[in-house]
């Protein structure tokens, strides 16, 4: 059976979606720990991060690079930052979570941001019109 994510991907699950491109996806996490909280997926479903080749993880760090910018500039965050876990999806995937304060706690399962469906398209819309210049 699919996972979720390559059911967001497949487009049978709507998602706030950022970018995509022949290799990789990536969508808000609806369950964000900070605003703009983005997912970056592979479209191979691979349920381990290193399992998956190479060449597809230089791809996933190259798409995840400009989204990253694109969110400091949308938000004005210090910096973006990068999780790893891969737990609760099996599907490889990292988390781009931007930084706003150096006081605030980047981890998942932490304080999850409560953020209506209406600024959550809007998040996606800000960061695709930077992404995009």
Do not use: W
């Amino acid at each position: 059976m699919a996972s979720i994510f390559t059911r967001i991907i497949n487009g049978e699950i709507p998602c706030y979606k950022i970018a995509e491109n022949e290799h990789c996806f990536a969508f808000l996490d609806i369950s964000p720990i900070a605003k703009g909280h983005t997912l970056v997926v592979p479209k191979k479903e691979i349920d381990y991060l290193f399992d998956v080749d190479d060449e597809t993880l230089h791809h996933m760090i190259s798409f995840a690079k400009p989204i990253a910018k694109a969110l400091d500039k949308a938000f004005g965050a210090i910096r973006t930052g990068i999780i790893v876990e891969g737990l609760l999806v099996p599907h490889a995937h990292i988390h781009l979570v931007p930084i706003y304060s150096e006081s605030q706690v980047v981890a998942l399962g932490h304080h999850k941001e409560e953020i209506s469906k209406e600024e959550m398209a809007a998040i996606a819309e800000a960061v695709r019109k930077e992404l995009n210049g």
